[in-house]
């Protein structure tokens, strides 16, 4: 059963007698862990009777409210609409709730909605690697870091922070390296860097104008920006504060500096939009390049005249080039396609048919507000 069919059998009336509970908890600025945990002892007096003491018992205090006293499900809905902040905090209560907050399927939701759009297949290889051979004191070593990681770190429970709850001769246990919360703290944590391209690179520039280029990303949580590092890693060309919107996920597991194998030229037909990768020489890596397929030069574009589609040369156009200008337009051949330019032009590479609209739309977002000479 989904989470909002879980949550709806509870009733309005539960969640909103929950809800004002729970405020009025935090109102009075109680800790968390006096929230949750039940006393593990009474208190014990000691009363002078003559010579003898007796040790008496108090009459047991009115226990205070706990979470681990809701049924598992009501449990169970409430851990799934706190935010990660939220479930770092609550795993610092207790052995019980460490537990259950550190579930993949807790922290599966939050690393695709965050994540999901710029982590492909190569980011969470390299990231699974990265989390298996780092130390985590390393990881971790950021105590005058602010905002969200700084809490994450101030309420970090599965190494050297033991609720009271757990009897001391119990040994905590760290965080699996291999858990989705490992891979999600290490991600928000910008203390590596992982692979994904990039729109418009270096600020928007001109010559980048509606390309998408490989670079290594790291994240700074306090700005919620990252920083790139474009190929050949030798001309350490950065690029500071690049929002999300410029991300995306490499769509191919085509290195930067390997030709495409493509597989759609017979295909091609005017109105089409592709991605093609482009160089400028030999000694750089390629780039995606936003074009459109056009007509052959003697075509007028009347669809039921048009025979362009049975042609061995394709024209692809970049439209963000004013007619003329030397870039507008390229043709490759169809049946012999293979790497085509020469040092003035640059070198076209492997082509990739656009199929979805959100492909396209993205795209035609990124145009740049005049055409470029």
Avoid at 41 to 67: D, F
Avoid at 291 to 317: K, S
Wanted: charge should be positive; glycine fraction near 6%.
């Amino acid at each position: 059963m989904s989470t909002e069919g879980r949550m709806s059998l509870l009733g309005p009336r539960f969640w909103g007698d929950f809800s004002s509970f729970f405020v009025s908890w935090f109102n009075k600025g109680r800790l968390v862990v006096s929230l949750f945990q039940v006393p593990m002892k009474m208190p014990l007096k000691k009363v002078s009777l003559g010579s003898r003491v007796q040790e008496i018992v108090e009459e047991e205090e009115e226990e205070e409210p706990s979470l681990l006293d809701l049924p598992e499900l009501a449990l169970e809905c409430i851990l799934e609409r706190l935010s990660p902040a939220g479930l770092c905090s609550m795993a610092g209560v207790c052995s019980s709730l460490r537990d259950r907050c550190r579930s993949d399927h807790l922290w599966e939701r939050h690393l695709t909605q965050k994540w999901g759009r710029v982590i492909g297949e190569s980011a969470h290889k390299k990231l699974q690697w990265h989390i298996a051979s780092s130390r985590r004191p390393s990881l971790l070593d950021r105590r005058n870091q602010k905002g969200f990681i700084g809490s994450l770190i101030s309420t970090w429970p599965f190494c050297w922070f033991k609720p009271k709850c757990e009897s001391r001769r119990k040994p905590t246990t760290c965080l699996p390296v291999d858990s989705i919360m490992a891979l999600y703290l290490s991600l928000e944590s910008g203390k590596f860097s992982f692979p994904a391209q990039v729109y418009n690179r270096e600020n928007g520039h001109v010559g980048f104008m509606l390309s998408c280029y490989d670079a290594q990303l790291s994240y700074d949580s306090k700005t919620d920006t990252f920083q790139a590092r474009y190929p050949p890693f030798a001309r350490q060309t950065i690029e500071q504060s690049i929002h999300w919107e410029r991300l995306r996920a490499p769509p191919v597991d085509t290195p930067a500096h390997v030709l495409h194998a493509t597989d759609c030229l017979n295909d091609l037909k005017p109105g089409d939009h592709i991605e093609i990768q482009w160089r400028r020489s030999k000694e750089f890596h390629y780039g995606w390049w936003y074009a459109v397929v056009g007509h052959q030069e003697l075509c007028d574009g009347n669809e039921n005249r048009c025979r362009c589609q049975h042609n061995d040369a394709v024209v692809l156009e970049f439209r963000q080039y004013t007619p003329g200008s030397r870039w507008r337009q390229t043709m490759i051949s169809r049946k012999d396609h293979r790497e085509e330019g020469n040092e003035a032009d640059g070198f076209y590479g492997g082509i990739r048919k656009l199929y979805k609209a959100e492909e396209i739309s993205k795209w035609k977002q990124l145009w740049p507000n005049q055409i470029i000479d």
